[in-house]
């Protein structure tokens, strides 16, 4: 297969079923079906179980779909090559223990073929990036939660890859831990702007920030798959006037432009004392979860 | 090619950081001081016991080496999710099983050396006479052992929990060292078609042992010394191969 210049993951009516004993059987992903085009920031979304690690562990060829196929940069998946292309970071990031963080990022260099001065500028230089050179000598035993992600995250854009999965990178993770891991990865996506970045998460505000694309994901089916900024258009601005007629305040919920600038030209025939106006812009959470419970599980 | 030298390198590394290892060395040395009293406590051929004692010492902590060490190795890996790191990189799983066999069977041509030079340096001060030659064919046959055990505990290992393996290992340990001679004792079970099957399967390790030849002084030809070595690679290999085809089959939940 030649590799697909548009498109960085493609996956093809993928399932997996569970077995999990006694004859019973889970479905992680039912049919699921999505393309990521190159170069963007998508987030995978959706509630505990829904499917989002599964997914990516499919893409990663550690768990084999049940039915279904998949790409990665044009290349079929499980395969050296596919993985080529990759920088993963998983969602509880482990390493050996007794290695240091420069050890190991020389052993994963290692392992991708990286060799020598190249090697060893690369290894510098992302240190600078995450902000771990003080620790660099140090044993990844000692590591906080925090330097782990970000050693994590170093060690997966070792080969500059074209595409980055990060499963939860988030997760885990104080406010501040959160928004410096947010931080880098806004640095990283400056730093291969023509990378793809596919990252799971059920922290919205994160996706909200990151993402060019979101693809929401429930009981293992593809519920959602847009630009974020359509997701945000589809419901209008909402906007809360405060008037004064008759020594009363009366406060109006208006939704659209259209509706504020007819009801602001009855104000002023009226002789209406208009005392503020405040907009409410539509959350991605709002966007995405008006109609359903979705971040607690409950059914649509 | 490079990175299952990588890989072996670190779990070589891995291998000195591990208390299991430490334990081992300790029950080794153990077992070799127990010998020369073991060998002291006899009436006539102390020194054939004690070389006799001294060299099962060296067999048995190989052969925990192998099961112990082997699962650990694994079973860490997967459990603990460093394997995900591995993984992600175009390395494949049969490459990553390869990397851990060879640094663990590194490890162990170490120890064997290293308890070999002790065999050796505790029978000049005890004055036991020992046939060099012997001692040497003795310590190849016991890695070849090692190797095979390892390559056996290895399929287990991907294909079953710690203990399910350790059991399964020992079990094929046991079957290949003493079923031979129980059928010796029978004649009629030589036909037997379960016994033929597990001929098939179980690998023969009474050729590993040539503890009271070298008790006595004698060593073996060296081109027999040669087919128990072309026997061990063949074997392994076949053990190592379907480890590989398990592995790249299974799931990894990390």
């Known amino acids: 297969m030649k590799p697909n210049e548009q498109t960085d993951i493609s996956i093809q009516n993928v399932s997996k079923i569970f077995r999990t004993g006694f004859g019973l059987k889970k479905t992680g992903v039912n049919g699921l079906s999505l393309e990521v085009p190159r170069g963007q920031v998508v987030g995978l979304l959706g509630p505990n179980g829904s499917g989002k690690s599964t997914t990516i562990k499919m893409i990663m060829g550690f768990l084999k779909p049940t039915a279904g196929s998949m790409t990665v940069c044009g290349h079929a998946v499980p395969s050296k090559i596919s993985r080529s292309f990759i920088g993963y970071l998983p969602e509880n990031p482990r390493f050996p223990k007794f290695l240091s963080g420069k050890s190991l990022l020389q052993f994963y260099g290692g392992l991708l073929s990286l060799r020598g001065k190249a090697l060893a500028h690369r290894i510098e230089f992302l240190l600078d990036l995450v902000n771990l050179r003080w620790a660099a000598n140090e044993k990844v035993q000692g590591y906080s939660k925090g330097m782990t992600q970000r050693l994590a995250i170093a060690q997966a854009l070792l080969n500059e890859p074209r595409l980055l999965i990060f499963d939860e990178p988030m997760s885990g993770l104080d406010p501040l831990g959160r928004k410096d891991i947010r931080k880098l990865i806004a640095e990283v996506h400056r730093e291969l702007p023509e990378a793809t970045i596919f990252f799971s998460s059920h922290i919205l505000e994160d996706v909200e920030q990151l993402c060019s694309s979101v693809a929401l994901l429930k009981k293992g089916r593809l519920k959602t798959f847009c630009k974020v900024e359509e997701l945000l258009k589809v419901e209008a601005q909402r906007f809360d006037v405060a008037v004064k007629h008759d020594s009363t305040t009366e406060t109006k919920s208006l939704t659209g432009t259209q509706e504020l600038v007819t009801f602001l030209n009855e104000a002023k025939n009226k002789g209406y004392l208009v005392m503020g106006i405040s907009s409410h812009r539509t959350s991605l959470e709002e966007a995405l979860f008006k109609d359903e419970t979705v971040l607690s599980g409950a059914p649509l | ?254």
């Open chain 2, 1 to 254: 090619m490079k990175s299952l030298f990588q890989i072996a390198g670190i779990t070589v590394k891995e291998l000195l950081h591990e208390k299991i290892f430490y334990l081992l060395a300790a029950f080794s040395l153990l077992a070799i001081i127990l010998s020369l009293l073991l060998g002291d406590l006899t009436y006539a051929e102390q020194s054939k016991i004690t070389i006799d004692f001294l060299l099962a010492g060296i067999e048995l902590t190989n052969l925990l080496f192998s099961v112990f060490m082997g699962i650990t190795l694994l079973h860490r890996e997967l459990n603990l999710g460093w394997i995900a790191m591995v993984l992600s990189k175009p390395i494949s799983r049969t490459h990553f099983l390869l990397g851990k066999f060879l640094g663990q069977i590194t490890i162990q041509a170490s120890v064997i050396l290293f308890l070999g030079v002790l065999t050796i340096v505790m029978c000049r001060m005890n004055e036991i006479h020992l046939a060099y030659q012997a001692l040497f064919q003795s310590l190849v046959l016991t890695f070849l052992q090692g190797i095979l055990m390892s390559a056996i505990v290895y399929f287990f290992a991907v294909n079953m929990g710690a203990l399910v393996s350790a059991a399964a290992s020992l079990g094929m340990f046991a079957l290949g060292s003493f079923t031979e001679g129980a059928v010796k004792t029978n004649a009629a079970l030589d036909t037997h078609p379960a016994w033929k099957m597990v001929k098939a399967v179980v690998p023969n390790f009474r050729l590993f042992n040539m503890k009271t030849l070298v008790s006595y002084g004698l060593s073996i030809e060296w081109h027999l010394l040669g087919i128990v070595c072309a026997y061990t690679l063949i074997c392994s290999a076949m053990y190592l191969l379907l480890a590989g085809l398990c592995f790249s089959k299974r799931d990894i939940f990390t």
